[in-house]
T-cell receptor
Framework: DAGVIQSPRHEVTEMGQEVTLRCKPI?????LFWYRQTMMRGLELLIY????????DSGMPEDRFSAKMPNASFSTLKIQPSEPRDSAVYFC??????????????????FGAGSRLTVL | DQQVKQNSPSLSVQEGRISILNCDYT??????FLWYKKYPAEGPTFLIS?????DKNEDGRFTVFLNKSAKHLSLHIVPSQPGDSAVYFC?????????????FGKGTKLSVKP
């Protein structure tokens, strides 16, 4: 398996532009997570999906951020319009969650290499 | 308010000695804890985990200890090697109903000097 694949790896854009980050999770995983890493706040959970359904988007900073998972093999995180404070590394991760009280270690997330976003 | 705290941003250790990374949490609903390691320009990778029904889990050079009453866990690396130099993230989840999401600390940068 190629692991979790994210694109682009690096994105430099100007304030006000739309940014779309893409993620292909590991085949067979049923949960997908978007995290953002900054120096100040560390790794923050933005949103996660279970079986393509958004479960918790309380970490999404504001309405400028949106995420979709149209099928089990693809997700996007969109920022429109982008602002300099959105500059960060955005990670996508996936896992196989077997049930509400799963004790098999399903919380072991596999992360992609990240997308480094710079908004000028 | 941070639910998972790693109060030491960095730690420097001599090769061959023990590295101890600490983590505190505030949410008593957390019942599963993990450590991830991250190298520059890569995503975090899973290292070791522990369930709240245990107080210790060991995997080779890595041991995680959990003190539920103190809401504290630690990662011990013995012996430390230069290749262990990375950022280590502590993470926690309340799996009952959470469906798998993890809350991370800010990380501790470990430097192992030859």
């Amino acid at each position: 398996d190629a692991g979790v694949i994210q694109s682009p790896r690096h994105e430099v854009t100007e304030m006000g532009q739309e940014v779309t980050l893409r993620c292909k999770p590991i085949s067979g995983h049923n949960s997908l997570f978007w995290y953002r890493q900054t120096m100040m706040r560390g790794l923050e959970l933005l949103i996660y999906f279970n079986n393509n359904v958004p479960i918790d988007d309380s970490g999404m900073p504001e309405d400028r951020f949106s995420a979709k998972m149209p099928n089990a093999s693809f997700s996007t995180l969109k920022i429109q319009p982008s602002e300099p404070r959105d500059s960060a590394v955005y990670f996508c991760a996936s896992s196989l969650v077997l049930g509400e009280y799963d004790i098999s270690g399903a919380n072991v997330l596999t992360f992609g290499a990240g997308s480094r976003l710079t908004v000028l | 308010d941070q639910q998972v705290k790693q109060n030491s941003p960095s730690l420097s250790v001599q090769e061959g000695r023990i590295s101890i990374l600490n983590c505190d949490y505030t949410n008593s609903m957390f019942d599963y804890f993990l450590w991830y390691k991250k190298y520059p320009a890569e995503g975090p990778t899973f290292l070791i985990s522990i369930s709240s029904i245990k107080d210790k889990n060991e995997d080779g050079r890595f041991t995680v200890f959990l003190n539920k009453s103190a809401k504290h866990l630690s990662l011990h690396i013995v012996p430390s090697q230069p290749g262990d130099s990375a950022v280590y993230f502590c993470a926690a989840s309340a799996r009952g109903g959470s469906q798998g999401n993890l809350i991370f600390g800010k990380g501790t940068k470990l430097s192992v000097k030859p």
